[in-house]
């Protein structure tokens, strides 16, 4: 294991590397946008004008900060830990994915672009990005698998109330990466005027940074508001991981405490020990994909191999290449949940809490299902509950026997 | 001289262009695609460039994907690639014609790049053209591929201006790839003008022979590129007719081949019916 660095803050360095994760491998016609885009970024990132009109957007149009609500009966059934639920799920459009819109459509109108284009798995940050472009009047294209779009209809069909233009992308398994490889392809031919809005912290530098960055609020609030409730920092940190853009923001703000216990959670599918799973860090190696080197699930000569997750939002064969490099660092524990204990945890919060939580947020609590009667009744710990799960209504309905 | 120097000094020695056919390896199998690759040269390819089947394909459009994903279906490996070039230099006795691997640098990656560039070498492999290896991470290669008398084609694209050319250029030998427009493989294609003012800009930027691609699938749009370039590239339209020569269950008509070789031949007229200076 490589030596730890005096700050777990401080990456990527200059040319996008964490560690040797990240980077920029993409076509030349990208490079010269992406390079703009990073410049924009930082100039973008430092003028509090922009800054101040984020903040403006994240408070009083997607109603942050979120609450840091404890979950008391939760607590009480598990029996152990102190189990806080950070409601990431009450923004507006129902996840943390707006975080990261808002500040990248920002930049979008800053940087003269006519046109919006995003990948979406479970059709959230579809939803996000087609809100942020109704609002700013930007047209909107977000490529989506054939077989998402059927498992999260709901979403499409926001996305289309709101004027965004839902192409179904037929490829490979039809699901996330498909989608992510038809917006690059859409992108390379429409560069000059398009923006490309990445819903995770994965991709070229500096997608994975910027992501972060937007993302980071949740954490940051987080600091604050467990110092009002409990006075002290939390002692255990969980969040479920596709891309691992939630599980970054919550993360971050907290990896230079060494007495803050970080942990993430992967898709298992049906089972680690079966082709079907979605768990790149457990069951992957480094490889380049998508624009970045991160943990990869492929085969001996390098191709890619098919994801699984009853979850649209984490069915992906990568992860955001700072996650790899905190897995190597051994600064985050990765886990994993399978789809039947995600089901199982959904399940569990809509009867104990009245909280229907998106079935990718069920796989964090999957793990603290585990996790917290295993830690003394003074543990605080903080679950990030990234996304709501109206848009798995249908679906969860359908493998629970209900009539609708 | 690497053998794409050599070619390129023949050419320009010809008074003429070349042609540079895009075939993948092992579409829509390893025999048919073996058997295209062999006839290549005769067809009228100068040099050749061999497609590494990849199950993401973010530069490509629909023909090549599709290619991409018959070969793979069918069984195609990197090994399996090398044995194509193998073969094709033992069988043919073909000494002359370059081969170079294009693809995605995941497969190159994975096998570790110094022990890629020394099975290529060995194999009969002149060089790479890898989409999604810009310049700046192409440290991770081009010490292994010198080492082992490989040849680096990057790729400049109409948004490399003035200011970056000479960065990509840093890192190319053998030729510059041209990507003439704005897209993926097999979509749009580049006016005449377009070319040749591209063309010269890079040309006041390097010595190095420029080739030009994406976009050319008729004879007439060949000679044209030849006018201004040392080679045009064609990809997608060949695969297009490998297509065109599979039955509907996707195994190979007869006419598969010859239709390939044909199509190339007409390609190759237009290309050699521009007289250079």
Redo the contacts between chains.
Sequence with gaps: MPSAPNSFRTGPDE?GHFGIFG???????????ILDLEKAYNEAKADPQFQGELKYLLSQYAGRPSPLYYAKRLTEKLGGAKIYLKRDELNHTGSHKINNVLGQVLLAKRMGKTRVIAETGAGQHGVATATACALFDIPCVVFMGSVDVERQAPNVARMKMLGAEVRPVT??ASTL?DAM?DA??DW?????NTFYCIGTVAGPHPYPAMVRDFQCVIGEEVRKQIMEAEGRLPDTLVACIGGGSNAMGLFHPFLDDPGVRIVGVEAAGRGLDTEEHAASLTGGRP?????N?TY?L?D??????EAHSISAGLDYPGIGPEHSWLKEMGRVEYVSATDDEAVEAFQLLCKLEGIIPALESSHGLAHVMRLAPTLPKDNLLVLNLSGRGDKDVPQMAERLGMKI | MSRIQKRFAQLKADKRAGLVTYITAGDPDTDISYQILKGLPAAGADLIELGMPFTDPMADGPSIQLAGQRALKAGMTVDKTFDMVRRFRKETGDNGTPILLMGYFNLIYQRGPERFCKEAAAAGVDGFILVDLPPEEADELKPFATASGLDTVLLTAPTTDDVRLPAVLKYASGFVYFVSVLGITGTKSATEDAVRTHVERIKRHTTLPVGVGFGIRTPEQAAAVARHADAAVVGTAIIDHVKAGLDDKGKAKPELVPGVFAYIKALADGVRGVRKA
């Design positions: 040319r980077g920029r491998y993409v076509a030349e016609t990208l490079m010269p946008l490829a490979g990466k490889n690059l392809r390379v031919a429409t560069c000059e490889g380049v994909l998508h624009g080197r990869l492929q001996g000569d390098g191709q890619i191999t």
